[in-house]
């Protein structure tokens, strides 16, 4: 995965699509040209097709089809290294009224299969580039003209989720097929894709207060600039890191990232995490887990993980701290949720989060105060952050010299 802090030019990009961020964080070059809208068509594998009109890049898009109800976004959405072998369909009506900034992007390039909306519109001239630009730029299209209300209400009632988008030039029945062939989602190593392969450095913004060591399993640039805004040094390994790597930076806190697809396919990373959580439980470097981190964690203590009917994606669901009944709005991004399995417990384990809508475990938190996850994106980006302090808690855990401070209270 290419962050913002650091863009290296030897890393793979995912059917060929390019890196649009330049090594000082801006967008590369002018505005690139757009294609003229097309016909085209969404074909599910259960039979399902809308027809649409193309727009964005004029490619052929496979993919599994997810939906979102962030409202705004679209940068931070379709550069979600966590989105990386999806189509994502907007359920707010209209796309694109507002122009994208380089600081909106989580990563160096789109990581999203395409784009399905009901509306596209193009804002006014100004900084920054529209949706539509920031689409070819990615080298992705985007099929407007659909009822996503309708094909999310679709999505949530169980339809199969291979897709394609195409031209209209192929037999309906011919797109059917195709969507068919596409890889299943859980099947494809999405982390090898989209993170790191060599270690990096991020400074501190201001004075350093500690150093961090995050693993990188895709990675979002708003998690690395929420950790330097409190004064980490962060080292970035790679996803195939051993526990020596991170041993070795000499960390004062460890986190593992978030990230895409399915973690119970990854057996190195999950051997990992646990060699990592048995040193912090003894006293070593205190961890924080995110989305996929957090998946990763729960593995590691023999904890199942299922594929969800509906995964969470967007900026509005509600999860509730279990201690204090404190409810926070915020960002979810996965397709994939702990169980709440006696494994928990049996591993020192209490469930410290809940979602609203449906009960699933959003966080955990270690009885020996030395090890926090949550299934949510404190950092937001896009959506609220109210629930930025986990970043504030991990903070003073790092800095806390070795005693037990990972706790949940309303503060």
């Not at 989720?161 to 209209?168: D, E, S």
């Not at 979002?220 to 950790?227: E, H, I, Q, Y």
């Not at 195939?240 to 119970?264: M, T, Y």
């Not at 203590?301 to 701290?321: C, I, K």
Request: proline share 8%.
């Amino acid at each position: 995965m290419q962050t913002v802090p650091r863009i290296e030019p030897g890393t793979p990009a995912a059917h060929q699509r390019r890196a649009f961020v330049s090594y000082s964080g801006q967008m590369a070059g002018v505005a690139p040209a757009l294609p003229a809208p097309r016909p085209g068509l969404l074909a599910l594998e259960g039979g399902t097709i809308q027809e649409g009109v193309l727009r964005g890049a004029a490619v052929v898009a496979e993919g599994d089809l997810i939906f979102t109800t962030a409202a705004t976004g679209w940068g931070e959405v379709l550069t979600d290294p966590s989105y990386a072998g999806q189509i994502v369909v907007l359920t707010h009506p209209m796309a694109g009224n507002y122009r994208i900034g380089a600081g909106e992007l989580e990563s160096a390039r789109v990581h999203a299969r395409a784009l399905v909306v009901s509306r596209l519109v193009t804002p006014p001239e100004g900084p920054g580039w529209s949706l539509e630009e920031l689409l070819v730029a990615g080298g992705i299209p985007v099929i407007t003209g659909i009822d996503t209300r309708a094909l999310t209400l679709q999505l949530r009632r169980g339809a199969r989720r291979r897709a394609v988008i195409r031209g209209t030039d192929v037999h309906r029945q011919e797109a059917i097929a195709q969507a068919k062939a596409t890889p299943a989602w859980e099947s494809v190593d999405h982390v090898a894709a989209v993170a790191t392969r060599e270690p990096f450095s991020v400074p501190p913004s201001g004075e350093r207060r500690g150093r961090a060591v995050l693993v990188d399993f895709g990675v979002k640039r708003s998690v690395l600039t929420a950790l330097a805004s409190r004064g980490f040094e962060i080292l970035v390994l790679p996803p195939d890191a051993a526990a020596a790597d991170v041993s070795s930076g000499e960390p004062d806190l460890v986190v593992l990232s978030p990230g895409p697809g399915d973690p119970a396919c990854m057996e190195r990373q999950i051997a990992l995490v646990a060699q990592l959580a048995t040193a912090a439980i003894a006293g070593g470097p205190p961890i924080l887990g995110i989305c996929l981190g957090h998946q990763l964690l729960a593995l590691a203590a023999q904890a199942p993980t299922r594929r969800l009917a509906v995964g969470h994606h967007g900026g509005n669901h509600a999860v509730m701290e279990v201690e204090t009944g404190r409810v926070d709005i915020g960002a979810h991004n996965h397709e994939v949720a702990v169980l709440d399995d006696p494994a928990l417990a049996a591993g020192g384990y209490r469930i410290s989060h809940r979602d609203l809508n449906d009960g699933i475990v959003e966080g955990l938190v270690h009885a020996s105060g030395r090890i926090a996850s949550v299934q949510f994106h404190p950092e937001g980006a896009p959506g609220p952050i109210d629930a930025a302090r986990i970043f504030d808690l991990a903070t003073t855990q790092a800095l806390a010299g070795g005693r037990p401070a990972f706790h949940v209270t309303g503060a």
